[in-house]
């Protein structure tokens, strides 16, 4: 068990790539706290995984939501060990002028806010256990962005700019602090990426920059996410994992 004895949250938990981590963590022994918007789709999740696992209902926007979540890891479960902030939202593939500014603020208060709101609860909690690990969903937008996202693809680039920066200022409490960079991946979102029906053709134009051919699954981005949890990978901060199978090349 990699993860034996840990207790991790993770928000966005119910589905996509927040469910795929959800799971590995608990097959290998964490305790893990499904945060999503969706309280019944996380409550579904959390009963799935058994080991302790329970879920709860925030929107990772607000502070007293995210309060309450950290919360409930401390006094409920007796620490925080990973928090995963994996919680993600998107604007339609479109014209960056197109883009409505309720949505745009959207897109940065789920994306960028929610990780200055869970990090300042967090990291009080971490250091009562003498440690912990932060992992942020990025994206490989924020790497290599292409027209038809820019505005999200600048909320993923803060993401890996804070990640970076949170691990510089963190290290000395003993709170590492990784990314993982996902390329387009078959999640609940994929459409809104795509800009277009999810179809074969549609899907062929996207694959087609991808060199190992496929896109990511929820395992890959969990597979990475445990590996970047595990004590194993007590020496590693401030990295962004790219998980695209080769399409930042």
């Known amino acids: ?129 003498g440690g912990g690990a932060i992992i942020n969903t990025a994206s490989t937008a924020g790497v290599r962005p292409r027209p038809g996202l820019t505005w999200y693809n600048g909320s993923k680039g803060a993401v890996i700019t804070l990640t970076k920066s949170m691990a510089a200022e963190l290290a000395p409490r003993k709170i590492r602090v990784n990314a993982i960079n996902p390329v387009i991946g078959e999640t609940g979102m994929l459409e809104q990426f795509m800009g277009m029906p999810d179809t074969p053709e549609n899907r062929a134009k996207f694959l087609a920059t991808i060199p190992l051919g496929r896109m990511s699954t929820p395992r890959d981005i969990a597979n990475a996410a445990l590996f970047l949890a595990e004590p194993a990978a007590n020496f590693i901060t401030g990295v962004c994992i790219e998980v695209d199978g080769g399409r930042c090349i």
């Open 1 to 129: 068990m990699r993860l034996d004895g840990k207790i991790a949250i993770v928000t966005g938990g119910a589905s996509g790539f927040g469910r795929g981590i959800a799971e590995l963590f608990a097959e290998e022994g964490a305790r893990v706290i499904v945060a999503d918007l969706n309280g019944a789709a996380a409550a579904d999740v959390a009963q799935s995984l058994g080991r302790g696992a329970m879920a709860v209902e925030a929107d990772v926007t607000k502070s007293s939501d995210v309060q309450q979540l950290i919360a409930t890891a401390d006094e409920v479960c007796g620490g925080l060990d990973i928090l995963v902030n994996n919680a993600g939202f998107t604007h339609k593939n479109q014209s960056l002028m197109t883009v409505g500014e309720a949505e745009f603020d959207r897109i940065y208060a789920v994306n960028v806010k929610s990780i200055y709101l869970t990090t300042l609860a967090a990291v009080p909690v971490m250091e009562k256990r």
